[in-house]
């Protein structure tokens, strides 16, 4: 009984010095001197940067986003079999296509990122492994195809990325898919 009490008081004991109620010290001194730091990047940037210049700037980044934006809307979204991981043939057309278009000369320099996507049906953390199982038999076709592997990256949303929210078919259907998405 001594034990049961002598070993709850020093659990309380641990639990209520273990939360401080002091702030942090911060030192001021380093505030003092990062500031005007920063500012005199800014001022020298601004300085630097002709409207000229920085008209050419956001033209050349829009154009880059745009055709981004034009590459990655020619990209297919691969959907998959209930439960299924394995590409069909009319799946692999698709990614043959998606292949074809990432060796063209805008989107040579473009990373993509793989999204596995599932329905609502099973656990979150089966759901997880087989989106990551469709987005790695989705790689192997665009590697196989002749996509350098280190371009690809992959992400397993599992079922918390729906495109359709109806408990149908055919919108679980639409559930199962990857997605492509294009990274500078």
Not at 144 to 152: E, F, L, Y
Request: charged share 25%; aromatic share 6%.
């Amino acid at each position: 009984m001594k034990s049961i009490v002598l070993s709850s008081v020093v659990t309380a004991l641990l639990i209520f010095t273990g939360c401080s109620s002091k702030e942090p010290a911060v030192d001021k001194k380093t505030e003092n001197v990062s500031a005007p730091a920063v500012q005199e990047v800014e001022a020298v940037e601004t300085e630097t940067v002709s409207p000229e210049n920085s008209m050419v700037n956001s033209n050349s980044e829009n154009s880059a986003e745009m055709t981004m934006a034009k590459i990655e809307s020619q990209l297919p979204t691969v959907y998959f079999a209930f439960d299924k991981y394995n590409i069909t043939p009319d799946m692999q057309a698709k990614i043959d296509a998606a292949a074809e278009l990432g060796k063209k000369d805008g989107a040579k320099s473009l990373n993509v990122k793989l999204e596995g996507n599932c329905d609502e049906w099973g656990s979150d953390e089966y759901n997880f492994a087989l989106g990551l199982k469709r987005a790695e038999a989705v790689k192997k076709v665009l590697v196989a195809d002749g996509i350098d592997a280190s371009r690809i990256s992959m992400v397993s949303y599992g079922k918390s990325n729906p495109v359709c929210t109806d408990h149908t078919k055919a919108c679980w259907a639409k559930n199962r898919r990857v997605n492509f998405k294009l990274l500078p």
